[in-house]
């Protein structure tokens, strides 16, 4: 273990210096929401899946569509994938929605794809959770810092517990079920999620990744604008509301309710990137 260097005569100075927001929003496109309202207004619903616990389920959204992710019955987060329905190489970039955005998202920002296309993929357009804001503990509610609960890490905590329903697995048989392929073949497809109705952090003192019981309730829902046409899939994570331990049969788990609504009005989807791909050469 590598021991504490000493510290220099002006550590406290280099310490107090103040930080710096690493990508300032103000240039970041603003998505338009009252544009986006008025289409749900006149959208009509045209299909919805019920995710069973500990579970996953895939469904597709039209380009300028909508879809409302909902806690029935009891308290549980999701783990949420997306990809272009038309080219699964272009999937949720997890970490830059972070990078842009902050470790948690809600109304009016953004989910975005992994390059070269690094566009919108979807928006929130509602969120009955976003009262919550930060709380104490520096927990908040839809987080893009975790990744989703996987058997592989659990193997390696565990001693070689061998758990088939965390997030990663049930993500994989949803995607698996889509394509027609194996589950082996599926998982290098699924990606870092949008963690839905989980309330996480980062401890102040050790800075570790925590969770906290969802503050998610029976009705509570999350929706979102499908920016372009997308294939999603949803897990029940076993984790139920999160409150305790995930990556076992332990938590009450409940199901999520997906529901997909369609607008017959024209719509742009945003541009590829307008990076030239160059890289210099
Ligand atoms: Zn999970």
């Not at 928006?123 to 104490?136: A, K, Q, R, S």
């Not at 975790?146 to 001693?159: E, K, N, Q, V």
């Amino acid at each position: 273990m590598q021991h504490p260097t000493q510290h220099p005569p002006d550590a406290e100075d280099r310490r107090a210096v103040s930080p710096v927001i690493c990508y300032p929003t103000q240039s970041l496109p603003t998505p338009d929401m009252a544009l986006r309202s008025a289409r749900r207004a006149a959208a009509q619903k045209v299909s919805q899946v019920t995710v069973p616990p500990r579970q996953g389920r895939t469904f597709e959204v039209p380009a300028g569509g909508f879809f409302r992710i909902t806690s029935i019955d009891g308290p549980q987060v999701g783990d949420l994938n997306l990809w272009n329905l038309h080219d699964h190489s272009e999937r949720f970039y997890s970490g830059k929605t972070r990078a842009l955005h902050g470790t948690h998202i809600t109304t009016g920002q953004q989910m975005w794809s992994s390059f070269p296309t690094l566009r919108p993929m979807a928006t929130v357009l509602e969120d009955t959770l976003n009262w919550y804001g930060i709380d104490p503990f520096g927990g908040s509610v839809h987080d893009v810092i975790g990744t989703r609960c996987d058997p592989y890490t659990h193997a390696l905590l565990s001693g070689g517990d061998q758990y088939h329903h965390c997030c990663h697995s049930n993500l994989s048989r949803a995607y698996a079920d889509h394509a027609g392929v194996a589950p082996q073949d599926a998982e290098k497809y699924v990606h870092d999620v949008l963690n839905v109705f989980m309330c996480t952090g980062f401890t102040r003192d050790t800075g570790q990744y925590f969770m906290k019981q969802s503050p998610v309730r029976p009705g509570d829902y999350i929706e979102f604008v499908a920016e372009i046409p997308l294939l999603g899939a949803l897990s029940a994570c076993p984790g139920g509301d999160c409150g305790s331990e995930h990556s076992s049969d332990k938590t009450p788990c409940f199901p999520l309710l997906v529901e997909v609504f369609s607008s017959d009005d024209p719509w742009q989807e945003p541009a590829k990137n307008g990076y030239n791909r160059s890289h210099g050469r």
